[in-house]
């Protein structure tokens, strides 16, 4: 499955995702993976159907719609969910588990055994990361690891654990894997690369421009660190960042750069 077709599919789904969902938003990536997701928080849900099963991963569209996304995926596929695994424990993502659980799904906690996906553990934006690699559809599910919606949140596992988490990444699948975010857009390797350097490059700029002694409140106004900032507004949004949230962005990375090589 390259891109051009997985994009291909896409466009065809968003035809049809409006008669199955107000609420739910269906990608058709292959005949065997849909990417759901919901208004409330855009996790990028997997629904991968397998040898050993159906599989949901990350099931979590906002607990108003768990029964909108068991009825959008018993129209899919017309068989019983039978395991849900989680890229990481924060409840935009594993919130649903519940739901689904209650109802005999098997939450698959580790080492999958479910044929035809791979999974490695990674310590990046959580203490325990998970990555899913399903064979058939060429398809990599990393969880917030890596985010197209947001800026990079490497703050459990610091630079180290970014840059290794984004490596494990890369070494799964080939060049025309299809990379799927905990949120925004699924992409391609080149798109993860570019991330992994303006991550680095980010870190960086920051690094620099504490040793030189600038307040945080400095930093904020600084022109390379906003065009860096803007770097991962994929999407085009304005404004991309929260004044807030831009300023725990900088305070954040200071924090990681302070643990992992002392007071800067």
Same mark, same amino acid.
């Given at each position: 499955?390259?891109? /051009?077709?997985?994009? %291909?599919? *896409?466009?065809?789904?968003?035809?049809?995702?409006?008669?199955?969902?107000?609420?739910?938003?269906?990608?058709?990536?292959?005949?065997? %993976?849909?990417?759901? &997701?919901?208004?409330?928080?855009?996790?990028?849900?997997? %629904?991968?159907? +397998?040898?050993?099963?159906?599989?949901?991963?990350? @099931?979590?569209?906002?607990?108003?719609?768990?029964?909108?996304?068991?009825?959008?995926i018993?129209?899919?596929?017309?068989? @019983?969910?039978?395991? !849900?695994?989680?890229?990481?424990?924060?409840?935009?993502?594993?919130?649903?588990?519940?739901?689904? +659980?209650?109802?005999?799904?098997?939450?698959?906690?580790?080492? &999958?055994?479910?044929?035809?996906?791979?999974h490695?553990?990674?310590k990046?934006? +959580?203490?325990?990361?998970?990555?899913?690699?399903?064979?058939?559809?060429?398809? !990599?599910?990393?969880?917030?690891?890596?985010d197209? &919606?947001?800026?990079?949140? *490497? #703050?459990?596992?610091?630079?180290?654990?970014? =840059?290794?988490?984004i490596?494990?990444?890369?070494?799964?699948?080939?060049?025309?894997? %299809?990379?799927?975010?905990?949120?925004?857009?699924?992409?391609?390797?080149?798109?993860?690369?570019? *991330? $992994?350097?303006?991550?680095?490059?980010?870190?960086?700029?920051?690094?620099?421009?504490?040793?030189?002694?600038?307040?945080?409140e400095?930093?904020?106004?600084?022109?390379?660190?906003?065009?860096?900032?803007? $770097?991962?507004? /994929? &999407?085009?949004?304005?404004?991309?960042? @929260?004044? =807030?949230? #831009?300023? $725990? *962005?900088?305070?954040?990375?200071?924090?990681?750069?302070?643990?992992?090589?002392?007071?800067?």
């Amino acid at each position: 499955m390259n891109i /051009l077709k997985a994009l %291909l599919l *896409f466009v065809l789904s968003l035809m049809s995702a409006a008669a199955l969902s107000a609420n739910i938003q269906v990608q058709a990536v292959s005949q065997h %993976l849909h990417i759901l &997701s919901g208004k409330d928080y855009g996790t990028n849900i997997g %629904l991968v159907e +397998t040898p050993s099963g159906l599989v949901l991963i990350d @099931p979590m569209p906002g607990k108003a719609h768990l029964a909108e996304l068991e009825k959008v995926i018993k129209e899919i596929h017309h068989k @019983p969910i039978t395991h !849900i695994l989680n890229t990481h424990a924060h409840d935009d993502h594993s919130g649903g588990n519940a739901f689904f +659980t209650s109802q005999g799904v098997q939450l698959m906690a580790g080492e &999958s055994s479910i044929q035809g996906v791979f999974h490695r553990v990674v310590k990046s934006h +959580t203490t325990t990361d998970n990555i899913y690699y399903h064979k058939p559809s060429n398809a !990599i599910f990393v969880g917030d690891v890596f985010d197209t &919606s947001w800026h990079p949140t *490497f #703050y459990a596992g610091g630079v180290a654990g970014f =840059k290794n988490a984004i490596d494990t990444v890369l070494r799964l699948g080939d060049e025309q894997s %299809l990379v799927v975010p905990g949120h925004g857009v699924a992409t391609d390797k080149a798109s993860l690369r570019r *991330f $992994r350097k303006n991550t680095l490059e980010w870190v960086d700029t920051i690094r620099l421009l504490s040793i030189q002694g600038l307040s945080v409140e400095q930093i904020m106004t600084n022109k390379k660190v906003i065009d860096l900032a803007e $770097r991962f507004n /994929l &999407s085009g949004k304005s404004p991309f960042l @929260p004044q =807030k949230a #831009y300023q $725990r *962005f900088i305070e954040r990375t200071i924090q990681v750069i302070e643990r992992e090589h002392g007071s800067v």
